[in-house]
């Protein structure tokens, strides 16, 4: 478990340290630690059950009952604040606490059921484990044991046993206090005392899985795990998690080469001890529908192929595109396989025509990212976040883009941080941060940031203010240019938040055009000659600077692109038009796990490892790497970096291919401490800014939807958001807009249920990006900020 | 049948008393139950939509609290004291007598929907044991007969009135005053002579406590 400092207490220097005396052993402990912390320092274990070190002490479990001298009955450990002096005594050097440890775990034991031997919990129990150490070996209750109705749903994925729970409220205390979603709750009383939800109302969370975790009993499971496995036949492996860039430490556990489960692990600095339910229950698109060979079309249809035939088919195809091929690297990629990709664009096809960015983009953020953000060191970390006076967020949602980032500002905003969002309405996130809406229509942020209220400004002028911009800014004409200028004239720190977890990584790694490892510009003379010394080759065989985002797309529709090699995009970020016009290419390579839109026009097709399958590193938003070992050791498949470094070889060019080798050459290139390409602000786009459409759409991911690596469980998907519209009733009674909305834009049209907010500022409507029913790119062929039409529409009505 | 907007508005009002709405959450319960003659979904949700809490918050104040009530309490709710002195006193022989008057149960309204039984806790009148109550007006010192009468009189729709306290009104109107308490209704002296007749001996004879 993770022991934190009480919030807002200087991490540095205790400010006082008083004496206390544990078990007739004299400790030195901050003011205001706890009995049973301040006992864990020394070494002595004191059972308990509702304590958690993230939560407050409660005391509702009575486990951890020791005698204090000169106070008549015994305290709870988990509860009571020492003072100077206190004579604390265990249940190691007292009689009266041994005796109420085990009174109390005798009054435990009697409702909860003996079913260990089919316990999901069993084996990693701490009631099982407690029991065994502190309490009687034989019951004396001979009579029957409470029952319920077993299990029940409090969510469509948490079940939840209440004959098991001991009522230690953690579940209950975690919904409230960390995640903000209080709607699990100890109902009913006495001996009916029981946890649960409303009637009508399940357990709504994002993070809902982290009761599991923390449930000391097995009264809480999951439909997924569920009486799949065993603790202690499963095999246990540390992993970063894929998902986003959070960079959340995972435990993966897996049995017959399967992953059953993944828990959130310890790691203080970063995700503390939670996860969010897409990190935790999101992986059997590992192991489903898995691409397993090669494939090579031939007279228009995908065939198996063997790899040393699809292999040379690729290169020469590649090889004979040369310098005009594209390469475009998913935002999934590892660190390692971003490094190949542009190590193979560059050093073997010839071209710097590279983008990882598989999403709306722009030449501004382009810019923005090659001079304020590639390579450089972490600026702007978690903890900072918790110390921060203020911070604002501009086109960034975090409980839906980067769930940690969600809960580590809901802490901070529970300790006194202000949290200031640009955006059109105040989101259920926003309100969980205690946060306040600084209006603007999506596309016009650059507007509003010019001319910020004075208050939150100066707000920004403190020290250890925070700008945190996500990646839709892209999407907004001049909004990056705003955050620059603002942060420097407020002197706030900046960062830069995507949402996939690949995306930072990939940009150090220098899959980007312009931008060599590191933050080296392509066009810097000492940047060109330290990379082609490592690599191998002359400074002029390094290709000059090519294309990327939409200048890379208009060549690419234009003609001006002939091939393009493409890693484990995900189509639907990408605007309409973008994957179908690789199909007007006269050649298609796409390295993938799955079948994709890609792979349905890609000329040959060569499978890739998932997580699981290899080892590598993400980068998080804050620029912290985060390593993760291979779990499957006997993979069928090789990464992104190792079928690059076949593909190199091929054309008879040598490229390193492994994890160790290609971080043995990154940590030869080092750290770039040269010149950086400067910024070059963008001037609002004034077409865009045109607002003669009807409204404007506002729009993003929403955590859980039609992701593909999402796909594989039911129990996940069903605990996603339901798919409506969001608008102003001042919007809704403009359009005559009733309970259900007709959104049409040059591509198509949806309908979807209204719901109306308050919070929202009039001449918007707001969708989920990419959920069942409302595909934006796909359904209205424009995106986040576009001008759409509304319209009055019935349920299930026709066009 | 739903909350009403104008039980709402009323919710509204009593939030409005309290520093901190939240607070306001038992009266606004009592509210929902005299418009529903119990805690429903729909009552949850109204106090939940109020307050700006969750449904979840609420269900866990609504099931802990015994005065909430999950069924239909109908026209009278009639409680009898069974704990040890009420109990041995004869409250289980007036409790017998009423659940054959009635046809109700414990926690359970009588077939016709005029009665609702329920075993309470001590309600600190053990010196009228054994006592009963009707919309949680003291009936004192009841005998298994006149707790009957009781009954018949307000089957009969005669006037009843309570030992210590107004005339029988009925469940409703009981709850309505414990969300609105300013009526008058609820100032009626609790305490009588006999409650306090060991206490004026002690005071005659100089008695004290032990410490005192």
Known sequence: ?799 | MPISDSTREQMREIAARYPSARSALLPMLHLAQSEEDEITTDGINACAEVLDITPAEVTAVATFYTMYKRERVGKHHIGVCTNTLCGLLGGDAVWDSLVEATGAGHNTASPDGEFFLERIECQAACTHAPVMTVDWEFMDDVTPGSAVEVIESLRRGESVQATRGPAIRDFQATERTLAFPDDGLADAPSVDDKMLAGLQIAKERGMTGGNA
């Open chain 1, 1 to 799: 478990m993770t022991i934190t400092n009480e919030p807002g207490a200087d991490v540095a220097v205790p400010s006082e340290l008083i004496t206390v005396i544990v078990d007739g052993v004299a400790i030195g402990v901050p003011k205001g630690t706890l009995a049973i912390r301040a006992a864990e320092m020394l070494g002595i274990e004191i059972p308990r059950f509702c304590d958690h070190p993230l939560l407050d002490p409660v005391a509702a479990c009575r486990a951890c009952l020791v005698e204090i001298e000169g106070v008549p009955k015994p305290q709870p450990a988990c509860a009571q604040v020492v003072s100077d002096g206190m004579q604390i005594k265990t249940q190691f050097s007292s009689d009266v606490a041994r005796e109420a440890q085990e009174g109390v775990m005798e009054f435990l034991l009697l409702n909860h059921p003996l079913d260990c031997p089919v316990c999901d919990k069993g084996g990693e129990c701490p009631l099982q484990n407690q029991a065994m150490s502190v309490g009687r070996p034989e019951s004396r209750f001979t009579l029957d044991k409470r029952e319920f109705e077993k299990p029940i749903n409090v969510s469509a994925q948490i079940l939840l046993d209440r004959e098991r729970c001991v009522s230690c409220a953690r579940c209950t205390r975690f919904a409230d206090q960390i995640a903000g979603d209080p709607m699990l709750e100890l109902l009913e009383r006495g001996a009916q005392q029981q946890v649960g939800t409303a009637d009508d109302e399940p357990f709504d969370s994002y993070f809902s899985g982290n009761t599991i975790q923390i449930c000391p009993v097995g009264a809480l499971t999951s439909a997924t795990y569920r009486f799949r496995a065993r603790p202690f036949d499963l095999v246990s492996v540390p992993t970063a998690c894929e998902h986003c860039a959070s960079g959340c430490s995972l435990r993966t556990d897996y049995r017959r080469s399967t992953i059953t489960r993944r828990l959130a692990w310890d790691d203080p600095e970063v995700n503390e001890e939670w996860n969010c339910d897409k990190g935790r229950f999101a992986f059997p698109y590992m192991q489903q529908g898995r691409l397993e060979w090669p494939l090579i079309r031939e007279d228009g249809e995908l065939r198996t192929a063997s790899w040393p035939e699809a292999i040379d088919v690729a290169a020469r195809g590649l090889q004979a595109a040369g310098k005009d091929t594209a390469v475009l690297v998913g935002g999934r990629s590892t660190v390692e396989d971003a490094y190949a990709y542009q190590r193979f664009a560059r050093a073997v096809l010839g071209t710097d025509n590279i983008d990882f960015r598989a999403r709306a983009n722009s030449a501004e953020e382009h810019s923005f990212l090659a001079s304020r953000v590639a390579g450089t060191p972490v600026q702007v970390e978690y903890s900072d976040l918790e110390s921060a006076p203020t911070v604002l967020l501009v086109s960034f949602e975090p409980e839906d883009e980067s769930p940690i980032v969600f809960l580590r500002l809901r802490k901070a905003s529970r300790t006194g941080t202000r949290v200031y969002s640009v955006g059109s309405g105040t989101t259920r996130g926003l309100e969980k941060m205690a946060g306040t809406c600084i209006p603007a229509l999506p596309g016009r942020e650059a507007d509003v940031l010019a001319s910020l209220p004075a208050d939150v400004r100066d707000a920004l002028a403190e020290p250890g203010a925070v700008i945190m911009v996500g990646e839709r800014a892209a999407a907004s004409s001049g909004t990056l240019t705003a955050v620059v200028e603002l942060a420097e004239s407020t002197g706030a720190a900046l960062a830069w938040v995507p949402r996939r977890a690949g995306e930072r990584g990939a940009l150090d790694a220098g899959a980007l055009a312009g931008v060599l490892p590191g933050g080296r510009p392509l066009t810097d003379a000492i940047a060109r000659n330290s990379i082609a010394q490592a690599w191998g080759l002359a400074e002029s065989d390094l290709p000059r600077p090519g294309l990327s985002g939409v200048e890379l797309h208009d060549a690419i529709t234009e003609g001006r692109i002939s091939a393009a090699l493409v890693g484990g995009v995900e189509p639907a970020d990408y605007p309409l038009d973008a994957v179908e016009a690789l199909g007007d290419l006269d050649f298609v390579v796409s390295l993938e796990n799955h079948h994709s839109a890609v792979t349905e026009l890609a000329d040959v097709v060569l499978p890739v490892a998932v997580v699981s399958e290899k080892s590598g590193t993400f980068v998080d938003w804050e620029g912290r790497p985060r390593p993760f070992g291979q779990v499957f050791r006997d993979a069928m498949m090789g990464s992104d970096a190792y079928v690059l470094g076949m593909l190199a070889s091929a054309l008879d060019r040598a490229q390193p291919s492994t994890v160790t080798d290609i971080r043995a050459e990154l940590g030869r290139l080092g750290p770039w401490t040269g010149s950086r390409i400067p910024f070059e602000p963008a001037r609002v786009d004034s077409a865009q800014a045109d607002t003669t459409g009807e409204v404007r759409l506002d729009s993003w991911r929403l955590l859980l939807d039609l992701g593909v690596m999402q796909e594989g469980d039911p129990h996940l998907a069903a605990t996603a958001r339901p798919t409506v519209a969001r608008m102003s009733p001042g919007t809704a009674q403009r359009f005559a807009i009733g309970t259900h909305v007709r959104i049409e834009g040059p591509g198509g049209f949806v309908q979807l249920p209204v719901e109306l907010d308050e919070s929202m500022i009039d001449g918007v409507v707001w969708t989920p990006m990419n959920s069942e029913g409302c595909r934006v790119y796909r359904d209205l062929g424009v995106g986040y900020g576009h001008a759409v039409s509304i319209a009055p529409a019935t349920e299930g009505g026709s066009a």
